[in-house]
Each structure stands twice: as structure tokens, then as C-alpha cells.
């Protein structure tokens, strides 16, 4: 083993984490090309990779994961601080003791027989003072090949790191992909991430949701920054002045597509556009100016394949025509290329389906992709890329959104009346139910900032912080709460959602920019139905004032799902979310 740097904090712990796992050999990734095409190579011998058509996707691979290792596991996900209260009520928890010594005893010899892979990589423009350096061991050429996509890797990363103790220790093996013992076990307090017995991306990239945003919310929560799951994009106006936006949605509420929005017609001839800096993480800072700033830490984007097609998002379709790597999606042994639900109107007819069984897309009546099945994309491929996504300083923030699917309590838009207000409005976030989701439709699921899952410490300290970061800021974004998924008494949607949606990011912006007025309604401010622009549009003004209409009747029902949810957080709970809720119930004469 040749090591590439001479850290010794980096050194020591690589030794314990080789004679604890007894790989055969061990390799360093320097981030080459040459290096890459040989482990690619590699997994096509193994099987764990298979070429696409490289005339119709050029650098493109497909891999199948196991039958039970197919999504994030969240009951196997845990946060191991010392103190449980730090854990809080919302996150599962061991104490690092616990966890240490279980892992201990899985990851025993667990590579014997196979190669070591030591990624340095960087979360975050290489060598910003925003980037955060982690590490990923791993015995899978598929978790090395996919971080290569999702992160920036190698030599260049250790030049930056020097030797600093200020980095993240990831270590993942597939061990025996046994789902009994399969965990994801977090350290905040270590800066560590043990993952065993999986091989699924979203539990073994752990740049991703582990670093970025458990491992992150935490070290924000120290420092003074912020990790938030949210999609960061501009929309530059005909004078070329570009506004910044981030926006946080629970899961099927159309996070990605609204991150890659193509404007309607009407906007783009006058000279609208749309710009992705990120679909995915957003990192925040308040710098000098009292403004608060973004950067996207990642470099790829691990979608979801199914739905996404040429109308529903365009630029992530054309994402992934190059050098990406699909999982657990239709393989057309007709000519070596993909397919997936929704892909197009037409499937094929000798293909595998994602657990490698023929299938037959005219005949079968089961789906061919795992409704979970992914692409892992670089962000360098979207057509739609902000010139500001490798940015060093990131992008001054306007505005902040969140947004949930609810058919009746939420309005299409309505602003927060300030800052306090607006964390609010966040910590009760809230979407109701699909087919897609497992259990019953229409259930109302509380997901604060859309966090829930990734939050790294107690969800009652992640508002108190919310709370602090706004009283360091002398010009904070404006927020705002936004649905797409209003219903008429037929269960039709009354919005048609998709590029449309910018019409309402315009009225969101001559907001910020204190150039339209808005109407005072018991949760915050609406807008008048003639400030959002229907020109083009088959959305009559009575549809639209509807949309905009406060149903009290659903907000009063709502008040006791927040109560509800309000008491798992217990006395950790800021006072000043309390003082919001009275006002909620003040306001609707609760």
C-alpha cells in the first residue's frame, strides 16, 4: 500500500480501520481517469457493472442491487451521541459504546478477500473555506465509481486537507449484505460513520445524506452554519439580475423537478431562465453582508429514475445521457440500454426487469423498476446548470420555501410575516400521504424543513438554532410555504403544477423586492389573485382565488396534528414556536 498523504490523524485510523476489517490489498483513489476506467473494467468482470449501449450512452453503467436492499433504511439509522437527550425524540438512538463494539463485531475481517478503497473527497467546491473533507473506505468498486459522480475525489483533496485532523471518518463495507445486521450508525460528536451490510447508495455514499446532512446539521449547529435539505436555484430576469432561491419538500413533492424548472413559453421569449446550483443539499452561512449564502456540497444527482421522463424534467433526463450509472432499472437486452416507468409510452418487450427476471413491458403486469430505482448523474451534464454551482462563495439566498403536498389546508402560496414566523411555518411542515407511500393516502405526515430523517441531533435544538441564525442576519431571505397539490371536492388538481410553477416563483420575488402588495390572512400574506400572471395559462381567476382562499375549517383540524407533533419534541421545544402557535389559534379563533 502506497499511502498518498502523510497525515498522521488520516494514517492512524486508516491502520485500525485495515487490521479490523483485514482487506486482501488496499487502494488509495487519486481521482485519475486512468485509475477509474481500470476499476470500471473491474466491476464488468465481476458483474457488479455492466456497459450500457456506449453509442447511445456513452460512459453510461448499469448495476442491480440485492432484493432487500433497495432504499434508505431508516429503522437501521442511528444517531450516537453521548447524551440520548442530544439524539432527540425524533432520531433513533445508541450510545456510541453500543454501537461501537456491534460494529466492531460485524466489520471484524468483513473485507478479507477483497480490495480496500480509500476516497478522500471533498463536499463542496475543492479548497473553499464552505467544503467540508471527508473519507470513505469501502470494499465496492460501485461505491467508489458512484462518490467519483456525487463528490469531488482524490490527490487534489489531500492537498487541501494538509494535515488537519478536520475530517469526516466514513467507513463502509458490504460485509455480507446480511439485512439482520445491516446499520447506519452516525457519530457526531467523532465525526464518524460506520454503514454495514448494505450496498444500496443511499446507505453506503456516505457524502450524501450521512455527511451532508446528519453528520453537517450537526457540525452547523457547533460552528454557526447550516445543513438543510433543499434545493438551491436562480432565476435570472430579462435585465440578466439573477435572484437565488432554496426550497425544502418532503419526499413526491416535486423537489428536483422545481430545482431544473424550464420556464413557461411566454417567460423564456422574454428572456427568463432558470439556473440548478443544486437539486439536493444546500450548506448556509450568513457572511459579512448580513445576507445568508448557499453552496451545494455535491457534484451529482442521485434521482429517482421512475416519472422522470422528456415532459415531466427535461434537464435531468439530458443529465443522464453520459458518464452516469443506473440502478435497479429495466436492462433492454435488445440493444444494451435502460428503461424505467414513465421513461416513454413505449417499453420493451425482452428486457430484465430490476431483480434480473424477464420481463415483457406490454405483457407484465408487474413493474419492471423498483419504484426506488436511480440514476447517479454529474452535475456537469445539466443543461440548466448554474454558473455559480462550483462557486467558493456560494449564492446570496432571497428567499427560502418549503413546500408540502396537502389537498385542502395550504394555500398555493402565502409568506411567512418574518423570520420567526417563517421557522414556524417550517417546523410544522407537513404532507399528506400518496399511493406511492406505504400505508394508507391522505395521512398527514409532519417532516419539519424536510429534515426529519437527516437532522444529525435533537429536532428541539435544530428550531432553537433556525431561531438563532435569524437574529445574526441583518437581511435575511423572506419565506414562504407553497402547494401544488390543491384539490377540487373530485380530487382533480386546481393547479397544473410543473413549469407553471414559476409563475409563482415571480410573485415570490416582486415580493423580496418589495414591488407587489399581498393581502393579510390568518396565516401569513397571500397574494391578490391579479398578481400571479395567468396569461397563457387555463386557470380562470375563480380557480385561482380558490387557490388562494384560507380554508379555516382544515387549518383548525391541523392545529391539533402540530400539537400533537409539538409534544414529541417536549420541553426542547423553543418558546418562541409556541408564542406562533397561540397566534395561529388566535388568528383562526381557535
Request: glycine letters at 8%; a neutral charge; charged letters at 25%.
Amino acid at each position: 500500500m502506497q499511502n498518498l498523504t502523510s497525515n498522521l490523524n488520516v494514517l492512524k485510523w486508516i491502520n485500525q480501520v485495515v487490521s479490523m476489517t483485514k482487506p486482501d490489498e488496499v487502494m488509495w483513489i487519486d481521482g485519475s481517469e486512468e485509475q477509474l476506467k481500470m476499476l470500471r473494467e473491474e466491476a464488468c468482470k465481476t458483474g457488479e457493472l455492466k456497459a450500457l449501449n456506449q453509442d447511445k450512452y456513452p460512459g453510461c453503467y448499469y448495476h442491480r442491487s440485492q432484493k432487500d436492499d433497495v432504499a434508505r433504511m431508516e429503522d437501521k439509522t442511528y444517531i450516537c451521541s453521548r447524551n440520548k437527550e442530544d439524539a432527540g425524540p425524533t432520531n433513533n438512538w445508541k450510545s456510541p459504546e453500543e454501537a461501537y463494539k456491534l460494529g466492531r463485531e460485524i466489520f471484524k475481517n468483513s473485507m478479507s478477500g477483497r480490495t480496500m478503497y480509500i476516497i478522500p473527497y471533498s463536499m463542496g467546491p475543492v479548497g473553499s473555506e464552505f467544503s467540508k473533507i471527508g473519507f470513505e473506505v469501502t470494499d465496492s468498486i460501485y461505491v467508489v465509481l458512484n462518490m467519483n459522480i456525487m463528490t469531488r475525489i482524490g490527490s487534489k483533496v489531500l492537498d487541501v486537507l494538509g494535515d488537519s485532523n478536520d475530517f469526516v471518518r466514513g467507513l463502509h463495507s458490504k460485509c455480507t449484505l446480511d439485512i439482520d445486521k445491516r446499520y447506519i450508525f452516525h457519530f457526531p460528536e467523532d465525526n464518524t460513520i460506520w454503514s454495514c451490510n448494505s450496498a444500496y447508495g443511499g446507505n453506503v455514499l456516505l457524502g450524501k445524506k450521512c455527511f451532508a446532512l446528519r453528520i453537517a446539521s450537526y457540525q452547523g449547529w457547533k460552528e454557526g452554519w447550516m445543513a438543510e435539505h433543499m434545493l438551491i436555484l436562480g432565476i435570472e430576469n430579462p435585465k440578466g439580475e439573477v435572484r437565488y432561491i432554496a426550497a425544502a419538500f418532503p419526499s413526491a413533492c416535486g423537489k428536483t423537478n422545481l430545482a431544473m424548472l424550464i420556464p413557461p413559453e411566454i417567460y423564456r421569449k422574454k428572456g427568463y431562465k432558470v439556473w440548478t446550483v443544486g437539486d439536493d443539499i444546500a450548506w448556509l452561512r450568513i457572511k459579512e453582508d448580513g445576507r445568508l449564502w448557499a453552496i451545494n456540497p455535491e457534484a451529482g444527482f442521485f434521482g429517482v429514475a421512475p416519472g422522470t421522463n422528456l415532459k415531466s424534467n427535461y434537464n435531468a433526463m439530458m443529465s443522464t445521457k453520459k458518464n452516469t450509472i443506473f440502478t435497479n432499472v429495466v436492462y433492454n437486452l435488445d440493444d444494451d440500454t435502460i428503461w424505467w416507468e414513465k421513461f416513454d409510452d413505449n417499453p420493451p418487450e425482452n428486457a430484465l426487469d430490476w431483480q434480473g427476471r424477464p420481463w415483457n413491458g406490454k405483457t407484465s403486469k408487474e413493474k419492471g423498476a423498483h419504484p426506488n430505482s436511480r440514476f447517479t448523474a454529474p452535475a456537469i451534464n445539466c443543461p440548466c446548470l448554474s454558473k455559480e454551482w462550483e462557486s467558493h462563495e456560494g449564492v446570496p439566498l432571497s428567499a427560502i420555501i418549503f413546500g408540502g403536498r396537502r389537498a385542502k389546508t395550504a394555500p398555493l402560496v402565502y409568506q411567512s410575516r418574518n423570520w420567526q414566523h417563517g421557522v414556524f411555518v417550517g417546523s410544522t411542515l407537513a404532507s399528506e400521504t400518496t399511493a406511492a407511500a406505504a400505508g394508507k393516502v391522505g395521512v398527514v405526515r409532519r417532516d419539519p424543513m424536510a429534515m426529519l430523517p437527516f437532522c444529525g441531533y435533537n429536532m428541539g435544538d435544530y428550531f432553537a438554532h433556525w431561531l438563532d441564525m435569524g437574529k445574526k442576519m441583518n437581511n435575511p431571505p423572506k419565506i414562504f410555504h407553497v402547494n401544488w397539490f390543491r384539490t377540487n371536492d373530485q380530487g382533480e388538481f386546481l393547479w397544473p403544477g410543473y413549469g407553471e410553477n414559476f409563475r409563482v416563483l415571480e410573485w415570490i420575488i416582486k415580493r423580496c423586492e418589495n414591488k407587489v402588495d399581498a393581502d393579510k390572512s390568518p396565516v401569513g400574506y397571500i397574494p391578490k389573485a391579479e398578481d400571479i400572471n395567468r396569461e397563457g395559462i387555463n386557470v380562470s381567476k375563480e380557480v385561482l382565488k380558490d387557490l388562494l382562499t384560507i380554508d379555516i375549517d382544515s387549518w383548525i383540524t391541523d392545529i391539533k396534528s402540530i400539537e400533537d407533533f409539538y409534544k414529541k419534541i417536549d420541553d426542547k421545544l423553543p418558546k418562541e414556536l409556541k408564542e406562533e402557535l397561540n397566534n395561529l389559534k388566535h388568528n383562526l379563533d381557535y
